[in-house]
């Protein structure tokens, strides 16, 4: 039996690893420990806390006597840490908040963890941890700053982070190598490309973009659409990080990419398409469209769903170009790649959206208002 604190799993990518590593292990305890921040929604947990295999705590990262107790109460042999704020327009907008989480709060994690799994030192002076713990950190690309149009990120490229968000993540990734370094803690980093996939929170781009088609609203992006991302479907994700938990080597990083660039245009002209081919296809889903345009037979028209949404705006301060990462390290070491081809993974995406209606206004309603509403207006 394996016990994993893992923070933050109200949200996307943590709410798919736990609900992984659950259908993948029968021998797994999982306590989750999440703020319910804006972007965290218990919604997306609550089928899998039955409180004998999963169990949740409301709690901040950052709070040391909570983080304690659940070490006192529960013998943890992974800490796997998802907890952030994730978000670069909302870090240019409250730089501080990602201090505070993203830096203090995994500072504090690997403390309690560094006093609860430490058993004595050795003739050194270092100290010597429990058997087979180990804490985890998931990263971005981000840390790395940015590519011209050539090149990958490798595990080795200068971390050059430009935005609060990734400088955040950058300074917890230090904090991770410093705990490595100065008490031989048993750690590991995945610094991984952009995800999607179900349970996006929808002021992200690929659901922002299903989400403003199905409402009928126009379709921001970012400058002139050219920046690129390499896209990883999340299931592909936690599949690498479940790997590196279990078999990766202590203290390494692993840089975990889908070798997919696309760009910010593309991607929103292939989600148009999609979700146009996939109503084309099923009268059901184009009940789900709100702007209900009919044609001169009465029925629901999807002509209206076309590239005309897009709408450029000013660009993101500071917009890294390109990120492209060189995944080499984890397929050699530990036979990992990605599994799913984008073309599928984006059909599987919408779908999940499209039936998934409910779970969009739960997490969209009560005190959060649309992001990109509230800068771009309707
Ligand atoms: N989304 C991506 O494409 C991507 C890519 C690479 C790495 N990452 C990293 O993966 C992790 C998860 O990203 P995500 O997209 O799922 O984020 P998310 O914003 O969807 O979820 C973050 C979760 O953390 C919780 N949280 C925030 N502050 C907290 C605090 N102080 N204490 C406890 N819980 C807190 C939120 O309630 C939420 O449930 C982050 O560390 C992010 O940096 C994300």
Same mark, same amino acid.
């Given at each position: 039996m394996k016990t994993y604190l893992v923070t =933050? $799993? $109200? @949200?996307f990518i943590g709410a798919n690893y736990v609900k992984y590593i659950l259908a993948k292990y029968s021998d797994v305890k999982v306590v989750i420990l999440d703020a319910l921040t804006y972007a965290g929604n218990l919604g997306t947990i609550a089928k899998d806390i039955d409180n004998e295999r999963c169990f949740f705590i409301k709690g901040d990262i950052c709070n040391r006597d909570v983080v304690d107790g659940l070490f006192a109460e529960y013998r943890f042999d992974y800490v796997v840490n998802f907890a952030a704020e994730s978000h670069v327009d909302r870090s240019i907008e409250n730089p501080q908040l990602f201090l505070i989480t993203n830096i203090l709060g995994t500072q504090n994690l690997l403390d309690c963890a560094r006093r609860a799994w430490v058993m004595g030192k050795d003739e050194q002076g270092y100290p010597t941890w429990r058997r087979g713990v180990r804490y985890h950190q998931v990263s971005t690309d981000e840390v790395y700053g940015s590519l011209g149009a050539e090149g990958y990120f490798t595990e080795t490229t200068p971390l050059c982070p430009h935005s609060p968000y990734s400088a955040s993540k950058t300074s917890a990734d230090m904090f991770v190598m410093a705990y490595r370094d100065t %008490? *031989?803690?048993p750690v590991t980093i995945t610094r991984c490309s952009n995800n999607y996939g179900p %349970?996006?929170?929808?002021? *992200?781009l690929i659901p922002l973009i299903i989400k403003n088609i199905l409402e009928g609203k126009r379709l921001p992006v970012y400058g002139d659409g050219s920046n690129v991302r390499d896209w990883l479907y999340v299931e592909d994700h936690c599949k690498a990080i479940d790997l590196v938990v279990r078999e990766g080597k202590e203290g390494e990083v692993y840089n975990v990419g889908g070798h997919n660039e696309k760009t910010n245009l593309e991607i929103v002209k292939l989600t148009i398409a999609t979700i146009h081919r996939l109503m084309a296809d099923n009268s059901e889903y184009r009940?789900?469209? *709100? *702007?209900k345009v009919k044609d001169a037979n009465g029925e629901i028209s999807i002509d209206w769903i076309n590239e005309d949404l897009i709408t450029f705006v000013k660009d993101r301060l500071g917009h890294d170009q390109r990120y492209a990462i060189d995944p080499t390290k984890i397929t050699n070491a530990l036979g990992w790649r990605p599994e799913t081809k984008f073309e599928v993974g984006i059909v599987k995406t919408i779908e999940w959206y499209l039936e998934n209606q409910a779970w969009v206004e739960e997490v969209t309603s =009560?005190? %959060?208002? @649309?992001y990109y509403e509230k800068m771009y207006g309707k």
């Open positions: =933050g $799993a $109200a @949200g %008490y *031989k803690m %349970y996006h929170f929808p002021e *992200k009940k789900i469209l *709100k *702007k =009560g005190d %959060y208002q @649309g």
